[in-house]
Each structure stands twice: as C-alpha cells, then as structure tokens.
C-alpha cells in the first residue's frame, strides 16, 4: 500500500463543515433526503441534530470531530472500497473513520435500504 501521509495529514486538517454541504447535495441529488443523512451521521458518530449543528458552525477539523464523536460499535462492519481503498485496510485511525463516513454516505446516495447502511442485521 503506498504511503499516504499526505492525505493523512491533510485529511484531519480539513472541516468537516467544508465538506457537509457536498454531502447533503451528493444525497438530495439521488432522491434521498437530509434527515436520512443525519440519519446516517448519528449512527456512525453519536450526534444528535443540535450537536451536529454545533459541529458545523464551530467550523471542526475532521480531527476534531471525530475525536469527539462516539463511534458505533458496528463501525468495523463498513467494508468495501471507496476512492480507491479497502476501508477496512487503511491503517490510520481518523483517515478510516473519515471514509467510513464516505463510504455511508455512498450507500445512501446509491439507494441503499437504511437498515443495511446502519448494519441493523448485524
């Protein structure tokens, strides 16, 4: 695997409020709706509406956001590939959960059932 310290680097700089509104229209644009993607956020991260609003405004690095956030025991279970990567292979921490989070939003853009994207099953 080639080495990705860069990206790394510039990955936990970055805000997350930077990159939200590219979710929001990538799963609007596919026919699914905002709440669903808070849905999604919750799920993965622990933050409700008004905590998700305060990450936002305070303009966190994606380092900051998930050092905060309450992973779901069922994070493990997000496997597959997303740009370019095996999510379960990335070695650093933060890189992975950002791409979890990437690879979430994915699903429910491509018209996942919700329960399957929040490994209810599981």
Same mark, same amino acid.
């Not at 790394?8 to 939200?20: G, L, N, P, Q, W």
């Given at each position: 695997m080639k080495d990705t310290t860069k990206q790394d680097e510039r990955i936990a700089k970055m805000t997350f409020a930077s990159v939200y509104p590219h979710y929001v229209h990538k799963v609007e644009k596919k026919g699914r709706t905002k709440a669903e993607l808070h849905q *999604?956020?919750?799920?993965?991260?622990?933050? &409700? @509406?008004s905590a998700l609003q305060k990450q936002i405004e &305070? +303009? *966190?690095?994606? @380092?900051t956001f998930f050092k905060n956030a309450s992973l779901h025991p069922n994070t493990p279970l997000?496997?597959?590939?997303?740009?370019?990567y095996r999510v379960e292979e990335i070695k650093t921490p933060l890189t992975q959960q950002v791409r979890y989070l990437d690879k #979430? *939003? &994915?699903?429910?853009?491509?018209?996942? +059932?919700? @329960? +399957?994207? #929040?490994r209810s099953n599981a």
């Amino acid at each position: 695997m080639k080495d990705t310290t860069k990206q790394d680097e510039r990955i936990a700089k970055m805000t997350f409020a930077s990159v939200y509104p590219h979710y929001v229209h990538k799963v609007e644009k596919k026919g699914r709706t905002k709440a669903e993607l808070h849905q *999604v956020l919750e799920w993965l991260t622990g933050y &409700d @509406e008004s905590a998700l609003q305060k990450q936002i405004e &305070d +303009k *966190v690095s994606f @380092e900051t956001f998930f050092k905060n956030a309450s992973l779901h025991p069922n994070t493990p279970l997000i496997t597959g590939v997303i740009c370019g990567y095996r999510v379960e292979e990335i070695k650093t921490p933060l890189t992975q959960q950002v791409r979890y989070l990437d690879k #979430l *939003v &994915d699903e429910l853009a491509k018209g996942r +059932k919700m @329960e +399957k994207i #929040l490994r209810s099953n599981a």
